[in-house]
T-cell receptor
Framework: DGGITQSPKYLFRKEGQNVTLSCEQN?????MYWYRQDPGQGLRLIYY???????QKGDIAEGYSVSREKKESFPLTVTSAQKNPTAFYLC?????????????FGDGTRLSIL | KNQVEQSPQSLIILEGKNCTLQ??????????LRWYKQDTGRGPVSLTI?????NTKSNGRYTATLDADTKQSSLHITASQLSDSASYIC?????????FGAGTRLTVKP
């Protein structure tokens, strides 16, 4: 089945540590996105990529980094500079980066601080 | 202030009953509006998408309406089932971005 796979499901970070969240899609979509979801708030865009080897900052990019070396993969690194990383992280993809295209979401990674 | 406001924040109904969720937005210019269903611990799944010219769209027991003049949308769920328990998220797209509402948490009790 085509879809988006996020791993791990749960992740714990120690103080001063960088952690990387994986996102893989086999939908042959050009565009991929990372969102952060906090209780009582709407999803907020961290980074997005409309094509391989290119990505753009979203609304809350500080303390995060991404890469897009392959069409299928868009890993997110939560760096030690992100002081409040505890959240539910969602990866999504769409055929293109145009807003009239539906986004397909993975099942998320829940990141917590040890 | 969020450009997409949803109400109520949470709702509890009995199985078999109907309910209506609201979404008000200020996103401009407007491109389209989507409703997503998000089960606990899962990613959102698209239910409906509506463009400027569409007033209503159905997907099984889910019916979405859109009033682009008043910038309001509603999601009506008919004959609710236990599996409808989830968060329902309204997403409004402009020309270059998407804005997410905080969602309505629906609980259906037997």
């Amino acid at each position: 089945d085509g879809g988006i796979t996020q791993s791990p499901k749960y992740l714990f970070r120690k103080e001063g540590q960088n952690v990387t969240l994986s996102c893989e899609q086999n939908l042959n979509h050009d565009a991929m996105y990372w969102y952060r979801q906090d209780p009582g708030q709407g999803l907020r865009l961290i980074y997005y990529s409309q094509i391989v080897n290119d990505f753009q900052k979203g609304d809350i990019a500080e303390g995060y980094s991404v890469s897009r070396e392959k069409k299928e993969s868009f890993p997110l690194t939560v760096t030690s500079a992100q002081k409040n990383p505890t959240a539910f992280y969602l990866c999504a993809s769409s055929i293109t980066g145009y807003t009239n295209q539906p986004q397909h979401f993975g099942d998320g990674t829940r990141l917590s601080i040890l | 202030k969020n450009q997409v406001e949803q109400s109520p924040q949470s709702l509890i109904i009995l199985e078999g009953k109907n309910c209506t969720l609201q979404c008000n937005y200020t996103v401009s210019p407007f491109s389209n509006l989507r409703w997503y269903k998000q089960d606990t611990g899962r990613g959102p799944v698209s239910l409906t998408i509506m463009t400027f010219s569409e007033n209503t769209k159905s997907n099984g027991r889910y019916t979405a309406t859109l009033d682009a003049d008043t910038k309001q949308s509603s999601l009506h769920i008919t004959a609710s089932q236990l599996s409808d328990s989830a968060s329902y998220i309204c997403v409004v797209s402009g020309n270059n971005d998407m804005r997410f509402g905080a969602g309505t948490r629906l609980t259906v009790k037997p």
